[in-house]
């Protein structure tokens, strides 16, 4: 799993990975590339090829846009790098405060959700473990989908 996101944007993303990701699907550290985990990208290392490398391993693309996503240069060359990948699911999630059409070209070719959209989240949910042949834990995706959803209001609320 390839996390696309902006740095800006980490409490969200972190809130995603920690509850969605861990928690309610079972993932582990290992199984997910985000450049917010310190240990992603090694000192001394070309981030460019880490970031190529992992996309190349991952089955699924998830992108976290908003207007800092937007305005980033590295999310920008993500996005592009996303769609020339063969065999990827690119799934494109929109953070608070951003409409469908602020996805840019993605909203012309690409179905994308809101990160708070609860059904949305039962989709992916229910994506990844058919996927990769997890067994459906409802309930504790639930429990961790209330958490992520109570994180980001409350980091919303805050930035107002």
Wanted: aromatic share 10%; charged share 30%; with cysteine.
């Amino acid at each position: 799993m390839f996390i696309s996101h902006s740095h800006l944007d980490e409490t969200i993303v972190k809130g995603f990975v920690k509850e969605i990701l861990k928690a309610g699907c079972g993932f582990k550290d290992n199984d997910i590339f985000c450049t917010l985990d310190s240990s992603s990208i090694r000192t001394g290392d070309d981030f460019r090829e880490k970031i190529v490398e992992n996309m190349r391993d991952c089955d699924f693309i998830l992108l976290f846009i908003s207007d800092n996503y937007n305005q980033s240069e590295v999310c920008k060359n993500e996005i592009g790098a996303a769609w020339a990948l063969e065999n990827k699911r690119v799934l494109p999630f929109t953070l608070p405060k951003i409409s469908f059409e602020q996805m840019g070209f993605l909203n012309v070719v690409k179905q994308g959700a809101s990160i708070t959209d609860g059904n949305k989240l039962d989709e992916l949910y229910q994506e990844l473990c058919e996927f990769y042949e997890l067994e459906s834990d409802w309930r504790n995706l639930n429990k961790a989908k209330s958490d992520f959803m109570d994180l980001v209001t409350k980091n919303v609320t805050c930035h107002d």
